[in-house]
């Protein structure tokens, strides 16, 4: 092989390794609309997710005074959920029941709850979804805040999401005052 060939192969492969690269990182998702305003009691509270001008996925959040919350994930029919994080960030010692949902089989799931500067971080981790990432994900929690403190409930969920070779990731976030008069 002469150095112009060999450098013609070493190109190609270059060209070849970067591509594969350009495919596997995930690309950013965006949110459109009022990424901060506080969930309205008793009403569903959507937050869309974009990649360019295409709605990729929204997540839902439906919540009662009680505490009961619901967080829905739905998706555009060429895409898969391969992964979901939620954390939740409760004042004081708030205790947070992450409700196990129905269906499966739920392979892996990863619970953790940390104290941290007076609050509480629950983190439920979903990974390797398979057929269940397909259709709309639904999780329930049970949420018995302090109302002793001024800061509200918090709920970041992100999301990791594919189509054929390309992937997205995304995340939104949730502020639930449950100690709120005015709801």
């Known amino acids: 092989m002469t150095k112009k060939g060999l450098f013609l192969t070493i190109g190609i492969i270059a060209v070849a390794i970067i591509g594969m690269l350009y495919l ?69 010692d708030g205790t947070v029941y992450f409700l196990f949902p129905e269906g ?18 629950n983190t439920v981790e979903l990974h390797d979804l398979g057929i269940l990432g397909e259709g709309t994900i639904t999780l329930e929690y049970s949420i018995t805040p302090i109302c002793d403190f001024a800061h509200p409930v918090e709920a970041s969920v992100e999301l990791h999401l594919r189509d054929g070779l390309q992937r997205y990731s995304g995340r939104v976030h949730f502020i639930y005052n449950f100690c709120s008069q005015s709801n």
């Open 104 to 121: 499966g089989p739920w392979k892996n799931i990863r619970m953790e709850k940390q104290f941290e500067d007076y609050l509480t971080i």
């Open 24 to 92: 596997r990182a995930p690309r950013e998702l965006t949110t459109k609309g009022d990424p901060s305003g506080a969930v309205e009691f008793g009403n569903r509270t959507t937050k869309l997710l974009y990649y360019k001008e295409n709605e990729i996925a929204h997540v839902s959040t439906i919540a009662e005074m009680n505490g009961h919350v619901l967080i829905s994930i739905s998706h555009s029919g060429d895409t898969t959920i391969t992964s979901i994080k939620v954390v939740i960030k409760s004042p004081g």
